[in-house]
């Protein structure tokens, strides 16, 4: 039976005409032609993972064509041994190692380009010498008692070591505290998450893997290494490998992102005027403009700054010229978008201009959109404006509302001619176009179309077609992420320092993510969608609290729908004081959500 199965499989192949290179074995993968030293002396505490640190790296070595030799010999510390290797590796080396001679061969090395990489306890090396400590990033300091589980967060989703990682990796190691933070002396890969085991000394920002371009050379160093296990586990020995061929110069990487040093603060302009807003031509030129109505260009290649128009505008309330966006095919076309408060009237107005040579033509002037606003009152106009990836044209409106009158919390004044104090007429009215995110698609002629995915239909049914975002109080800056299309804003919040019993929650700064369209809640929901109180400003009463999940607006001053879509949380959100969710966003020393 058996030589039957066998003659029939063989006579299938055939009849099936089967390549023979189905069945080849594998091609092995192209050498990356580096070769590596592992050096692995201590003079203090011995890890019992180096012996599986050392196969580990010997079959990543195998298993991707490069050369490694293994050492714990410091005489291998010369100018002639290590002109052979295009990176050394410190594995869980401890204490001083090498005498003065053979420092200096290493600093020699690494000033010929190449490469460094330390994992674990090469942080717990050579202490009085100060060009190990810059190339290494950091001392340890302490660790926590024996292993736990901890939460890695990576913070750069780009570089080849991190790449592959999950965004919050959990795994079990020793945890290090460093005696200084690393962060802008070297580009940090990866934190800690404190609040997933006890022991972190270094509070919310912990560094626990980085990389940088360091005197001609490249360091980079994992403090993941101490058990024996950490060298079999497949995302550790991934995140090993590419740090090992980054370091060797074999694949490229950006390690500069988060060094401090490879910036400079320029001031384009010092003479200005209340700056609002600002974006770059494909030319270098920066576009800026002020609140009172002057669009300036500052020009790189002479490093001056010329005027392009003065727009007349009314200025009072925070009113004025709001908002600037050059088309995506401003190489070609000359247009830019302004939203502003044109001097006569009550509208703010969205117009686009075409630029000729350094002035804007405002002969060319084309009114895309216009609603009305409050102009006898503060505050909240917003006007930032992003465009995405396939021309559509976002653009951020305040809510409009007087917020002096609330004691902090939400603004629902319902009482006869206190309109301007009730942002339910605007932010929560889904026929205004205030205390909203608009989202249209300009067209050549000056009109624009309504894309596909907005918040309500593109025949008005429901609510303003152009809405993508609802319920925003003061959305000052936003931004489309290039990559994934999803949109990002900073809104200010309310001032109450406190929770309220009567009113509602304390005021919250929001950072929001919108996947896709949605109602973020103002004025009924705050944060992590708090729902404030109904508050009754004429009797000074307080109702139930509003429902985040089936939000209604029976204000007398509501034009729009009766039932509105479900409240999102906020991405983020902080107060004036620490915040137990955020507590890296501030330090309670104030918030401004830009």
Excluded at 225 to 247: M, R, V
């Amino acid at each position: 039976m058996r030589k039957f199965g066998l003659f029939v499989f063989a006579a299938v192949l055939c009849c099936l005409a089967i390549p023979p290179e189905v069945f080849a074995a594998p091609e092995p993968e192209e050498s990356h032609g580096f070769k590596a030293l592992v050096f692995s002396k201590t003079a203090g505490f011995r890890h019992d993972s180096i012996d599986e640190g050392i196969l580990a790296i010997q079959n990543l070595a195998t298993a991707h064509l490069f050369e490694v030799d293994t050492s714990e010999d410091a005489g291998v510390f010369t100018d002639a041994n290590l002109a052979q290797y295009d990176v050394v590796i410190f594995l869980n080396t401890t204490g001083d190692i090498l005498n003065p001679d053979q420092q200096a061969a290493f600093e020699r090395f690494i000033r010929l380009g190449k490469g460094f990489v330390g994992i674990h306890s090469a942080t717990d090396t050579e202490y009085d010498w100060s060009f190990y400590g810059d190339l290494v990033g950091a001392y340890f300091e302490s660790h926590p008692p024996g292993t736990t589980s901890a939460t890695v967060v990576v913070a750069d989703r780009k570089h080849p070591s991190t790449a592959a990682l999950s965004e919050r990796w959990v795994r079990t190691d020793e945890w290090y505290n460093f005696q200084s933070n690393p962060r802008g002396n070297v580009h940090v890969l990866a934190s800690l998450d404190e609040s997933t085991y006890s022991g972190g000394s270094m509070g919310v920002d912990h560094p626990i893997a980085w990389c940088q371009n360091f005197e001609g050379g490249r360091s980079w160093y994992t403090a993941g290494g101490h058990t024996p296990e950490s060298f079999t586990e497949p995302e550790f020995t991934d995140h090993l490998l590419n740090g090992i061929e980054w370091a060797a110069g074999v694949i490229p990487g950006d390690c500069s992102a988060t060094v401090d040093a490879n910036w400079e603060l320029v001031a384009l302009d010092s003479e200005t005027d209340n700056p609002i807003g600002l974006d770059v031509a494909p030319d270098g030129r920066v576009f800026f403009i002020e609140l009172g109505g002057t669009v300036k260009i500052y020009k790189p290649e002479s490093s001056s700054t010329v005027e392009a128009a003065q727009i007349p505008v009314f200025e009072g309330n925070e009113h004025g010229l709001l908002g600037i966006e050059l088309d995506p095919a401003f190489e070609t076309n000359g247009w830019v978008y302004i939203f502003h408060s044109p001097l006569f009237g009550t509208n703010q107005r969205l117009s686009r201009f075409t630029v000729v040579g350094d002035a804007i033509d405002l002969g060319t002037e084309e009114v895309l959109l216009e609603f009305p606003t409050t102009r006898s009152q503060c505050c909240h106009n917003a006007g930032s404006m992003t465009f995405d990836a396939d021309g559509n044209l976002f653009l951020a409106t305040g809510d409009d509302t007087n917020p002096f009158e609330s004691s902090g919390y939400t603004p629902i004044d319902e009482r006869a001619g206190r309109a301007p104090w009730d942002a339910q007429r605007s932010s929560g009215n889904t026929n205004d176009l205030r205390g909203k995110i608009l989202r249209i698609t300009p067209q050549a002629d000056g009109s624009y179309t309504i894309p596909e995915g907005n918040l309500f239909p593109s025949d008005g049914s429901g609510g303003r077609p152009e809405i993508f975002v609802m319920g925003v109080r003061n959305p000052f800056r936003i931004a489309v992420d290039s990559e994934t299309a999803w949109l990002y804003w900073g809104d200010v919040g309310p001032d109450a320092g406190t929770d309220s019993g009567t009113r509602g929650p304390r005021g919250y700064d929001e950072w929001n993510q919108a996947k896709a369209a949605g109602n973020y809640g103002w004025p009924y929901c705050t944060g992590d969608n708090e729902p404030y109180l109904d508050y009754d400003f004429g009797t000074s009463t307080s109702g139930s609290a509003f429902d985040c999940a089936n939000p209604t607006n029976d204000s007398p001053n509501n034009t729009g729908e009766l039932t509105l879509p479900a409240s999102k949380p906020a991405w983020i959100w902080y107060p004036y004081g620490p915040s137990s969710d955020f507590p890296a966003i501030t330090d309670g020393s104030g918030r401004t959500a830009m």
